[in-house]
């Protein structure tokens, strides 16, 4: 039975996530603030912590932010009223695997949670992908999640990581934004929203731009490939 934590200082709303997670069968807590949220995630262990944002004493996202350099395999949903594109960036920044806006369906925070949880699940040694990913002297380590550029060290944020780590699978084809928002931030694709061009633009910044060959590059109306070209 799965272990969830909801951070939540509404608390009507907090009680009627906790009782639709129970009924599916998960075991779930409630904290109606910041300070108690972070302070319980740290030392219980949780699986999953729903998170808003507007909370009294520490806010969601710096609760986020230091869950994250804890614990890096606890995932965590955010929740709030702010549905601006920046909004969602910090929260993704922090180390945010989800991201719902109020007010929603508690149905279908119950299929996002269910899909965090099924992509964590353990898989058979058989089917371990690849540890090491390269392309020309760019090199990912998924055990030890460090990144290379020739000898330099490059440090990605969580999402940084995951988008190179998706397009160094699928080196020499065009992804585009559709597939990019779907399988790396497993959301629904929305054509007015930029973040994957924001992070595309973060990782040619960390990756590219003081180094040759070039290795991001964009195909007008198609979306991104990684190459050698």
Same mark, same amino acid.
């Given at each position: 039975?799965k272990? $969830?934590?909801?951070?939540?200082?509404?608390? =009507?709303? !907090?009680?009627n996530?906790?009782? #639709?997670?129970m009924?599916?069968?998960?075991r779930?807590a409630?904290?109606y603030d910041?300070? @108690?949220?972070?302070q319980?995630?740290? %030392?219980e262990p949780?699986?999953?912590?729903?998170?808003?944002i507007?909370?009294? &004493? $520490?806010?969601?996202?710096e609760?986020? +932010?230091?869950l994250?350099? !804890?614990?890096e395999?606890?995932?965590?949903?955010?929740?709030?009223a702010?549905?601006?594109?920046?909004?969602?960036?910090q929260?993704?920044? =922090? &180390?945010?695997?989800?991201?719902?806006?109020?007010?929603?369906?508690?149905?279908?925070?119950?299929?996002?949670? !269910?899909?965090?949880?099924r992509r #964590? *699940?353990?898989?058979?040694?058989?089917?371990e992908? %690849?540890?090491?990913?390269?392309? *020309?002297?760019? #090199?990912l380590?998924?055990? #030890? +999640?460090?990144?290379? +550029?020739?000898?330099?060290t490059?440090?990605?944020t !969580?999402?940084?990581? @995951?988008?190179l780590?998706?397009?160094?699978?699928?080196?020499?084809?065009v992804? /585009?934004?559709? %597939?990019?928002?779907?399988r790396?931030?497993?959301? =629904?694709f929305?054509?007015?929203?930029?973040v994957?061009?924001?992070?595309?633009?973060y990782? =040619?910044?960390k990756?590219?731009?003081?180094y040759?060959?070039?290795?991001?590059?964009?195909? /007008?109306?198609q979306g991104?490939?990684? *190459?050698i070209?």
């Open positions: 039975m272990n $969830i934590l909801i951070v939540e200082d509404e608390q =009507r709303l !907090a009680r996530i906790s009782q #639709t997670l009924d599916e069968g998960y779930t409630i904290a910041g300070d @108690s949220g972070l319980r995630s740290l %030392e949780f699986d999953l912590v729903i998170l808003d507007n909370l009294p &004493g $520490i806010n969601g996202y609760v986020c +932010r230091q994250r350099a !804890a614990n395999q606890l995932l965590v949903i955010m929740l709030t702010l549905g601006e594109v920046e909004d969602k960036l929260g993704f920044e =922090r &180390g945010a695997d989800d991201y719902m806006v109020k007010p929603f369906d508690l149905r279908e925070l119950t299929a996002r949670v !269910a899909t965090c949880l #964590t *699940a353990p898989r058979p040694e058989v089917h992908p %690849e540890e090491i990913l390269q392309l *020309a002297d760019l #090199t380590n998924r055990k #030890t +999640r460090q990144v290379l +550029r020739g000898n330099h490059v440090v990605l !969580a999402k940084e990581f @995951s988008l780590e998706y397009m160094l699978q699928n080196p020499d084809r992804l /585009s934004k559709q %597939e990019l928002t779907e790396v931030w497993q959301l =629904r929305d054509p007015g929203t930029n994957v061009e924001v992070y595309i633009n990782l =040619r910044k990756i590219d731009k003081d040759t060959p070039k290795l991001i590059h964009t195909r /007008s109306g991104y490939v990684l *190459a070209e």
